[in-house]
């Protein structure tokens, strides 16, 4: 059926570092793979997409990476900023509907 | 272009008062959906819409109820409130690009709380 794993929960890094989130699904009709990110008080807004026929899709810091066959996809944050510190989720999209995975505290220590 | 906007922003309801949430887009999306989210729980989707007219059952479907009459609305019910339903609920809707993507544009979302 349709879930998603998000891996992990909660990931502290220091200014500067890469910061690596991981989500797994069941199904394998999805084609499309998106992340949000949540800052704080705030509605979840879309950062970075990725469909099926790509293995990877960068955007300034951000990028994701799809392994369709392992059915996992990540996001990767590189020289990461105070700013990025939010709850980021992944999403499995699938048959009209979205289910978000359990999201991932990243706290970006100045 | 006001986007999706929900009302109200803030209620706070007894145990068994009903209420009602509502969704609006002036963006012409088809589709739309209502999530509700938990400290530690991500967003949850409640009830989704594919289209005017068509509802159907999300993840955690029980003790709601939902209607989608007009394109641009999308309501959500709660016909006898719970304790266990005190959350942030977020309405979000949809459309899908030319190369398949379905981004999702959220309201701001209503805190409600149950006494």
């Known amino acids: 059926g349709e879930n998603v794993e998000q891996h992990p929960s909660t990931l502290s890094v220091q200014e500067g570092d890469s910061a690596v989130i991981k989500c797994t699904y069941s199904?394998?009709?999805?084609?499309?793979f998106p992340w949000y990110k949540q800052e704080l008080g705030k509605r979840p807004q879309l950062i970075i997409d990725?469909?099926?026929?790509?293995g990877e899709k960068k955007d300034q810091r951000i990028a994701v990476t799809l392994n369709k066959t392992a059915k996992h996809f990540s996001l990767h944050i590189t020289e990461t900023q105070p700013e990025d510190s939010a709850v980021y989720f992944c999403?499995?999209?699938?048959?009209?509907?979205?289910?978000f995975g359990q999201g991932t505290e990243l706290s970006v220590k100045p | 272009n006001a986007g999706v906007t929900q009302t109200p922003k803030f209620r706070v309801l007894k145990t068994g008062q009903s209420m009602t949430l509502l969704c609006a887009q002036d963006m012409n999306h088809e589709y739309m959906y209502w999530y509700r989210q938990d400290p530690g729980m991500g967003l949850r989707l409640i009830h989704y819409?594919?289209?005017?007219?068509?509802?159907a059952k999300g993840e955690v479907p029980d003790g709601y109820n939902v209607s989608r009459l007009k394109k641009q609305n999308f309501l959500l019910g709660l016909e006898s409130a719970a304790p266990s339903q005190t959350s942030v609920y977020f309405c979000a809707s949809s459309y899908f690009t030319d190369s398949g993507a379905n981004v999702l544009t959220f309201g701001a979302g209503s805190r409600l709380t149950v006494l």
């Open positions: 199904d394998s009709a999805s084609n499309y």
């Open positions: 990725i469909r099926s026929n790509v």
């Open positions: 819409s594919v289209g005017e007219g068509t509802t």
């Open positions: 999403v499995f999209v699938g048959r009209g509907k979205l289910i």
